[in-house]
DNA sequence: ACATATGTAACCATTTTGGATACATATAAC
DNA sequence: GTTATATGTATCCAAAATGGTTACATATGT
């Protein structure tokens, strides 16, 4: 997969370590280790699944738009992942064959089973849940 | 995704119908509606994980290593998906910020919690599942 | 006004993906 | 033993995806 969910959980888990002070799309890129264009077209796509919000203007930037133990990493999943799921299929397999005839739609559903499993256990963590495995990490380390 | 894990299961659910009658790489191409060599390419990797034999010489072709309900979904998943997760990291971030310094460890266990709930549900449907399944449907439809 | 920051478009290089051709090797059939 | 068949693999290609870069119109705080 790519790594854009992976950055987008960055990004909702460092606002959260910015507990309500805006954080600009260069400071969330420079601990990222990416480009600022990249962090906000991810916070668009946050910001319109209604996660984060953006304060224009000098000292602004990106905040929460919930309690970060309120952002789920499904959530953060169905904002990025538009197509929202793992799995593709091949398109158009042969109609005259037993097993092309049927196959995609038999495994579509197999798939879309995985995909609930995958689902529900990216429900069970929040962003809160990251921050405070970071915190006790960097505590510890 | 990519549809090699699809194209895969296409296959091995396609040797399962043979019932033992070796199937060439143009036959599967032709049920799968892909070229022969994309269809080699993948038995190959599906013969490397025990899941396929193939037969050279006039009357040869494929066949499955093992009987259909000895094979699920997680078999082929593993044969196919080197990777093994769907998850991808953002590599190099900031060390010296402390989301940066500890997100990819700790975010990492999560995406493998996932991963883990994806292939328990892959574990649980068997290619003679896929078969029945198939079966089931085009004697209803 | 002026500096700052977003949102978005445009363009690019790299990688991935799947399709196409080619061919050495191995096997079955005769 | 010769011939037809089929695999396994290498090579090349076009299209799509991915993430990086530049640019700029728009909105906001000072």
Redesign the pocket.
Known sequence: ????F??ATHILTFLAYQAGE???????ASS??????????L??QL??AGL???????????LLARAPRDISLLDVYRAIDEEQQVF?I?EAPNPNCPVGRSIDVVLKGRMMDAERALQAQLATTTIADLAADIAKRNKAG
């Open positions: 997969m790519n790594t854009r992976a950055v805006p954080a600009t799309s260069e400071l969330i990222v280790n990416t480009n600022p264009t990249f962090i906000r077209r916070l668009t910001a319109k984060s919000t953006s304060q224009l203007g000098a000292g602004g930037g990106a593709a091949h």
